[in-house]
């Protein structure tokens, strides 16, 4: 069964306070992977950058603090727009050769989206509800504890698929997404989803007795 993952990473001026467990989280979240699966690790701000594409585990190139520089706004609709668009063009060779593809889309970010250009809720909201079709799985993960299942149900995200983490708990959310996903891929669970300690981990003061 091919896995292709595809990493969606903020890189907007708001993250510079979490550096290092951001850095620290998507390693966990990597090596947690299976050696078969295919990578592909975008960071955003007004832009989207490209590190790695449908890479295999040999060539996933550890992300430094010299290349990761949060700095800018956050266009967040054109990097998941832009995201979908690159899977598309990958995956229609995969699917027409096998039917057990898997295509799960993370992404993290801490900031409102105020910079897109190409795309807007309502068209990456129809992208997502599209593929979710088609069974690709998609992980929200955010800090806006107020709206994050607001913001990723008009994305057409589930509920159970949103995570609030905090910057001091971005490592924690990246770990995770890491086994709320080897839940599903191991059949433990239909859709990646979050439980209840692990939203108690990610954003602490949520769950305070």
Sequence with gaps: MDHQVYVVLDRSG????????????????LDSLEDSARVTLLLFNQTTE???????????VPLTPQKYRPHGGTALMDAIGETIKMADIHE???WADQEDNTITIVILTDGDENSSKAYTPAHVADLINYRRTQEWNFVFLC????RVFE?????SIPEASALVYTHETV???????????SRMRSGESQVVEFSQEERAASNPSDFVA
């Design 50 to 60: 490209v590190i790695y594409r449908n890479a295999q585990k040999e060539n996933w």
């Design 143 to 146: 800090t806006d504890e107020e």
């Design 92 to 94: 229609p060779r995969s």
């Design 171 to 181: 490592d924690t959310a990246l770990y995770s997404a890491a086994d709320a996903l």
């Design 151 to 155: 913001r990723s149900s008009a994305l």
């Design 14 to 29: 708001s993250m510079a306070s979490c550096v290092q467990d951001t850095l620290g989280g998507l390693r966990y979240f």
